[in-house]
């Protein structure tokens, strides 16, 4: 089976630099996505890691240890826009992504 | 270009009666989803087709059925509904294999089973 853990909740200030870690346990892994939800909207993606390193989009990076068995997604220069949701995904292999429950981040000013 | 379009958006059930919820996506995308979120939960797979008339259970496939005529439409069917499965709705499509990393979803449907 497919276990992934993240924090519930995180707040951060504006302008500041915010990292969700999420860490898994699966029976096959091809890498590690992070998907971004506002409230009432629908679930948009933000990156993918298949290899252990740093991907960097603009303002966000996200990070794959595989002997580690962890990601994270950082948040620099945060804006009050990015209060949303994220989640981290794995691909299986098994034709599907496996969701985490997510982390609900509060930008405060 | 719409993406994915999801109909309805909204929708109210009595306990035991059926709809279907539809799917569209114009990207020419071979995989097609069906997901389910419930307050505070991740999302969790219903259903999924790896192509035109092909389809297989995902993580919560009791209860629901599926079908993809077309390669641009998934329906997602709710036979004899029932309050467990109120919840947020969401399709989505991508790319064959290991490109399912990047899915694009619709907007959502509420359905309420009272």
């Known amino acids: 089976g497919q276990s992934l853990e993240q924090p519930s909740e995180v707040t951060a200030v504006e302008g500041a630099i915010v990292q969700i870690n999420c860490t898994y346990q699966?029976?096959?892994?091809?890498?590690l996505s992070w998907y971004q939800q506002h409230d009432g909207g629908a679930p948009t993606f933000l990156s993918y890691?298949?290899?252990?390193g740093l991907e960097e989009t603009g303002r966000f990076s996200s990070f794959l240890s595989r002997s580690d068995s962890y990601g994270y997604l950082l948040l620099q220069e945060l804006q009050m826009k990015d209060s949303a949701s994220y989640f981290c995904?794995?691909?299986?292999?098994?034709?599907?992504?496996?969701f985490g429950t997510g982390t609900r981040l509060t930008v405060i000013p | 270009n719409a993406g994915v379009t999801q109909t309805p958006k909204f929708r109210v059930l009595k306990t035991g009666q059926s709809m279907t919820l539809l799917c569209a996506q114009d990207?020419?995308?071979?995989?097609m989803y069906w997901y389910r979120q419930d307050p505070g939960m991740g999302l969790r797979l219903i259903h999924y087709?790896?192509?035109?008339?092909?389809?297989a259970k995902g993580e919560v496939p009791d209860g629901y059925n599926v079908s993809r005529l077309k390669k641009q439409n998934f329906l997602l069917g709710l036979e004899s509904a029932a309050p467990s499965q109120t919840s947020v709705y969401f399709c989505?499509?991508?790319?064959?294999?290991?490109?399912?990393?990047?899915?694009?979803f619709g907007p959502g449907t509420r359905l309420t089973v009272t």
């Open positions: 699966t029976s096959g892994f091809y890498g």
């Open positions: 890691n298949a290899l252990d």
């Open positions: 087709s790896v192509g035109e008339g092909t389809t």
């Open positions: 990207m020419n995308h071979e995989y």
């Open positions: 995904a794995v691909v299986t292999g098994a034709n599907n992504l496996f």
């Open positions: 989505a499509s991508s790319l064959p294999g290991t490109s399912l990393y990047e899915q694009y």
